[in-house]
């Protein structure tokens, strides 16, 4: 079983930058389509970013234009660069696996704690 180790994350100004990184235990190479969710105090947890083998990138309405996912399977670490952050982006972001049916594949990770605030 994979296990994924998500970093970067922080407090951090509105208007601000960060990027995450979520490195895996085992190879996702065969992982066709990976992603970052993220999980605020008191609301269900949310796919933010999916990040496909093709380079295809998806993302919720919210973080387009702003967030970028990217992958690199050679270093079994996905990415989220997170720009111009809002007060609203607080959460905890975790990364996984997903299959045709966007269900998750491996077991959550600590995830990481984003904190936007002034």
């Known amino acids: 079983q994979v296990q994924l180790v998500e970093s970067g994350g922080g407090l951090v100004q509105p208007g601000g930058s960060l990027r995450l990184s979520c490195a895996a235990s085992?190879?996702?190479?065969?992982?066709?389509?990976m992603g970052w969710y993220r999980q605020a105090p008191g609301k269900q947890r949310e796919l933010v970013a999916q990040i496909t083998n093709g380079g295809t990138t998806n993302y919720l309405n919210s973080v387009k234009g702003r967030f970028t996912g990217s992958r690199d399977n050679a270093k079994r670490t996905l990415y989220l660069q997170m720009n111009s952050l809002k007060p609203e982006d607080t959460a905890v972001y975790y990364c996984?696996?997903?299959?045709?049916?966007?269900?998750?594949?491996?077991?959550w990770g600590q995830g990481t704690q984003v904190t936007v605030s002034s």
């Open positions: 085992g190879s996702i190479s065969g992982i066709y389509s």
């Open positions: 996984n696996g997903l299959n045709g049916n966007y269900r998750t594949i491996f077991s």
